[in-house]
Nanobody, 123 residues
Framework: QVYLVESGGGLVQPGGSLRLSCAAS????????MGWYRQAPGKERELVAT???????NYADSVKGRFTISRDNAKNTVYLQMNSLKPEDTAVYYC?????????????????WGQGTQVTVSS
């Protein structure tokens, strides 16, 4: 299978910045889209940003102009630079990726989630 491990969460004051990272590992053939989602207490998980293997990006309206998603295809890693953070950005942030991996010598499709990393924006 393919495993995703996030890092970079923490506590930050309003207006501050954080950078999240998510590294994929396993018998990866290729990764198509990678993305970040978040889930606040009592709310459903929502899309934050996605990026294709070609670099096309998509953002939730609530983070446009403040967050930037990027990826390093050689490292199978996706990043989320978060600036001008607001208390309403507080949530558990999850990494997601889909693509192909080797299983028993054959390429198969995968879709994986990371374990999540907590981001808290508070004074």
């Amino acid at each position: 299978q393919v495993y995703l491990v996030e890092s970079g969460g923490g506590l930050v004051q309003p207006g501050g910045s954080l950078r999240l990272s998510c590294a994929a590992s396993g018998s990866i053939v290729s990764i198509n889209a990678m993305g970040w989602y978040r889930q606040a207490p009592g709310k459903e998980r929502e899309l934050v940003a996605t990026i294709t293997s070609g670099g096309s990006t998509n953002y939730a309206d609530s983070v446009k102009g403040r967050f930037t998603i990027s990826r390093d295809n050689a490292k199978n890693t996706v990043y989320l630079q978060m600036n001008s953070l607001k208390p309403e950005d507080t949530a558990v942030y999850y990494c997601n990726a889909d693509g192909q991996y080797y299983s028993s010598g054959y390429p198969r499709l995968f879709g994986s989630w990371g374990q999540g990393t907590q981001v808290t924006v508070s004074s």
